[in-house]
């Protein structure tokens, strides 16, 4: 059987996701405890909300949420590098969902590390907050002949975001009710058309199950970080994918690469938080194969294909692991700006032609990520403001 070349790109990267996926909850799951040492929290939730979907889909009802999470709780020792970071429970979750509409939007199998927040805990009564960022598969994505009313999402694969804010009360000594509500957000970063993105404002009842004891396991003493005050220079290559298309058309099109070269100046506060600034060019194989075919410009075609931009960033550090929130200031973009963004206006026009943000994790497999030198390998999601461009590919050098 013959498959097209872009089908084995959606293959392969199917499962380089899937794989990246595993590696990373495992590895975000057990970063504080190296042996078998802790009971885990449990936490069952139901989460009931109502899918925003900007077109109507016949017949929609509300949306139903499993969610089961296994948590330790780290820095349960004042060696432990995880004090540095206000003693969050870390684990995993898997989530399945019922999205309110079986022939259209299908149903979704999602599994993410996840960062919890409890406070006031020696009270019968408290606050936590959920935050967590993995991959989610859907059953019933975009398809142009036999589904063409999910607008939303145009592939089997994609992100998925939770952030939920709760309220508990201790029921029993290990037992607590949880209450509060989550907002769920799933996109593909413009890898597969349409791509509005699902999002979910849910109502959260569940439980937790806290046993809070060793099973005679001593945990491993990890040592704090030095603080290395130096300014310290990154060089960066990547390479992403996406479609040349808008939020919903033209679909099923051919996927073009973005090559990306960077370099940033780097210094590391309070051991755990890097600053960044930094300057990039992107070179858009897509735009290029436009301009050139349509001949949109007389002179520097090569050049009007590219995207400058000038970062300010945030990366927070995890042993070997760092979590980065970057954002933008687009320099130069002009194809961008002069064929997408032609019918925009006022802050539509300003925010998508100026603003850009990059959020994804950076893995430091030999010297960790607290090291001056450092290797790093990244996935991340690029947007122009708030609408999602490509996924990032990188490899990056810090000295």
């Known amino acids: 059987m013959y498959i097209s070349k872009k089908n084995k790109y959606i293959i392969v990267r199917k499962i380089l ?5 595993v590696l990373y ?4 799951y057990s970063q504080e405890n190296t042996t078998n040492g ?8 139901y989460l009931y909300g109502s899918v925003k979907n900007p077109i109507s889909i016949p017949n929609q009802g509300n949306a139903h949420y499993l969610q089961l999470s296994l948590l330790h709780q780290t820095g349960s020792q004042e060696q432990s590098l995880y004090a540095l970071y206000k003693k969050p429970s870390i684990g995993a979750t898997v989530l399945y969902g019922f999205l309110g509409s079986k022939d259209v939007l299908g149903n979704v199998i999602a599994l993410y590390p996840t960062w919890q927040y ?3 805990t020696s009270k019968n009564l408290g606050a936590s907050i959920r935050i967590g960022s993995g991959f989610a598969y859907f059953t019933n994505p975009y398809d142009k002949i036999s589904n063409q009313d999910n607008k939303l999402v145009g592939s089997h694969i994609s992100n998925c975001t939770e952030i939920s804010p709760n309220i508990w009360f201790k029921f029993a ?44 396991v001593a945990m491993p003493i990890r040592v704090k970080p030095n603080n290395d005050t130096v300014w310290r220079k990154r060089i960066q290559l990547s390479v992403g994918r996406h479609e040349l298309a808008y939020t919903t058309y033209p ?6 690469n973005i090559y990306k070269v960077g370099g940033y100046l780097t210094r590391q506060i309070n051991r755990i938080h890097d600053f960044q600034l930094g300057l990039t060019m992107a070179f858009y194989d897509s735009y290029y194969t436009f301009i050139k075919y349509e001949n949109y410009y007389s002179h520097f075609k090569p050049f009007m294909a590219t995207q400058t931009t000038l970062h300010i960033g945030h990366e927070f550090l995890l042993q070997h692991f760092g979590i980065l929130t970057e954002m933008g200031l687009k320099v130069l973009d002009p194809f961008y700006r002069s064929y997408f ?37 990244g996935m991340f ?10 996924v990032d590919y990188s490899i990056s050098y810090t000295f």
């Open 173 to 216: 000594p290990t037992t607590y009710v949880q209450t509060g509500v989550a907002l769920m957000h799933f996109s593909n970063g413009h890898t597969a058309i349409p791509n509005i993105g699902l999002n979910d404002v849910t109502f959260r009842l569940g439980v937790i199950y806290r046993p809070g004891s060793l099973v005679g």
């Open 381 to 390: 999601i690029k947007t122009n403001f708030v609408q999602a461009d490509y």
């Open 25 to 28: 909850s495992y590895c975000v």
């Open 38 to 45: 802790f009971t885990p929290d449990v936490q069952l939730s």
């Open 341 to 377: 963004l032609a019918d925009e206006i006022d802050f539509a026009y300003t925010s998508k032609s100026l603003l850009s943000a990059r959020v994804g994790l950076t893995y430091y497999p030999f010297n960790g990520a607290f090291a001056s030198k450092k290797l790093g390998i």
């Open 17 to 21: 996701l899937f794989g990246i996926s």
């Open 118 to 120: 409890m406070f006031n």
């Open 251 to 256: 679909v099923d099109g051919p996927t073009y």
